[in-house]
C-alpha cells in the first residue's frame, strides 16, 4: 500500500469515513522521498527504537517500522485507530498508543516500552503544540538519542536561531540550553494532503549530555526568560519582572552586577549575559530580595 500517495490516502479514509481534523493539525505527508529521509536521519544505528508523536494514518510509522526494532506511535485522534490498524497490520513491531502528547507521561512510557534500548523521537508534529510540546521534551530530559521533527518553517527558524538574533524566542533559550539544534531540509507546503498554507521543516535536536550555560537555578531562568521574551518589546529593567516578580529597584542591581544596560531588550542579550543576568537577579531571591 502506498502511504504516500494522495489518491491511496483519500481512498482509504474515504472508506473510514474520515474526515481531516484542522484543530489536530492533520496535515498528512503525501510526498514519497520525506518520510524516508526523516527515518533515516532518526536512526542512525542499527537495533535502534523510535516514538512518534501523531502516526495519522502511518506514513512515517511504516518507514520507522522498516528500520527500527521497535515504534511506538502516540496518537490522540481514535478516529485513525481503525485506519492504522488496516494500514500498520503487517508490522509486528509498531504498537499504537491512544494519548495526548501534552499530557502522557512520556519518559515512563519510554522506559516501559523500550527498557534501555536507544530511542529516537520522531514525528510530523500537529504544529499547534510545536512549541510547548519541544519545551516539555526538553524540560523534562526525555531520554532519547535525538528528537527530528517535522515543524513550519516559521517555527523551525524560531527553534534553531541563534540567542539574541532576532529570531530568537524563549523556545530559543530552552533550545540552544538542552541540545544542539539543526535544520535537516525544507518541505513544501505540496508535499502535504491537505496542503497548509505554509512550507515547512525537518529539524533535529540532539540533547546535550549537560546544559550548555551554568545557570544556577533553572526554574528562575526560564521564568525570567519566557516573561521577558512576552514583552520582548519593552527594556529588560520592564520586562524582567513579569516572570520573577522582582522589583525595579532589585532588577537595576541585577543588571549593573551583569554589565548590561537597563535600556537592553532581550531579544538582544546573547545566552552569556542572558545567564550572567538571570544568575545576578536569582542571587537577590536567594537573599530574599523582593
Ligand atoms: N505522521 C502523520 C504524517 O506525517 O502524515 C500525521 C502528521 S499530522 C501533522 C499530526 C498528527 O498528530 C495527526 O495524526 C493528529 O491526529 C495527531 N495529534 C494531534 N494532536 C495530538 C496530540 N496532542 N497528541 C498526539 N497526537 C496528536
Known amino acids: 500500500m502506498n502511504l504516500s500517495s494522495p489518491s491511496v490516502v483519500q481512498k482509504i479514509l474515504s ?9 489536530l493539525g492533520q496535515n498528512f505527508l503525501t510526498d514519497a522521498s520525506v518520510c524516508p529521509r526523516m527515518a533515516e536521519h532518526a536512526l542512525v544505528r542499527d537495533g535502534m527504537c523510535a516514538l512518534e508523536i501523531g502516526p495519522g494514518i502511518g506514513v ?5 517500522a522498516l528500520r527500527a526494532q521497535k515504534v511506538v506511535a502516540v496518537e490522540l485522534d481514535r478516529r485513525l485507530f481503525p485506519v492504522l490498524e488496516q ?26 516500552e523500550f527498557g ?22 526538553l524540560e523534562e530530559k526525555l531520554p532519547v538519542e535525538s528528537i527530528t521533527v517535522m515543524v513550519q518553517k ?3 527558524e524560531r527553534l534553531c536561531a541563534k540567542v539574541g538574533s532576532r529570531d530568537s524566542g524563549a523556545v530559543t ?10 535544520i535537516l531540509f525544507g518541505v513544501g507546503r505540496g508535499c502535504f494532503t491537505p496542503a497548509p498554507k505554509v512550507d515547512s521543516c525537518v529539524i533535529q535536536l540532539t540533547p546535550r549530555k549537560q546544559p550548555k550555560y551554568p545557570v544556577e537555578d533553572e526554574a528562575f531562568f526560564f521564568a525570567l526568560v519566557r516573561g521577558a521574551f512576552s514583552q520582548r518589546r519593552k527594556t529588560i529593567l520592564n520586562s524582567a519582572s513579569v516572570g520573577t516578580g522582582l522589583s525595579r529597584e ?6 549593573a552586577d551583569a554589565g548590561l544596560l537597563p535600556t537592553a531588550r532581550i531579544e538582544t542579550l ?8 538571570a544568575n545576578a537577579a536569582y542571587r537577590y531571591r536567594k537573599e530574599g530580595a523582593k
Not at 60 to 64: G, I, M, P
Not at 116 to 137: E, H
Not at 173 to 182: F, G, H, L, Q, S
Request: glycine share 4%; hydrophobic share 45%; proline share 4%.
Open 15 to 23: 472508506e473510514h469515513g474520515f474526515h481531516f481534523s484542522k484543530a
Open 60 to 64: 512515517l510509522t511504516k518507514e520507522l
Open 87 to 112: 494500514t500498520l497490520g503487517e508490522f509486528s513491531n509498531v504498537k499504537v498508543v491512544e494519548g495526548d502528547a501534552m499530557k502522557l507521561p512520556l519518559a515512563e512510557l519510554i522506559r516501559e
Open 116 to 137: 534501555g534500548q536507544k530511542v529516537a523521537l520522531c514525528a510530523n508534529l500537529p504544529y499547534y503544540i510545536t512549541s510547548p510540546l519541544i519545551m516539555r521534551l
Open 154 to 156: 516559521e517555527a523551525a
Open 173 to 182: 533559550v530552552a533550545v540552544d540550553y538542552y541540545a544542539e539544534p539543526k
Open 250 to 255: 532589585v532588577l537595576q542591581k541585577a543588571i
Open 270 to 277: 546573547n545566552a552569556e549575559d542572558l545567564v550572567r543576568f
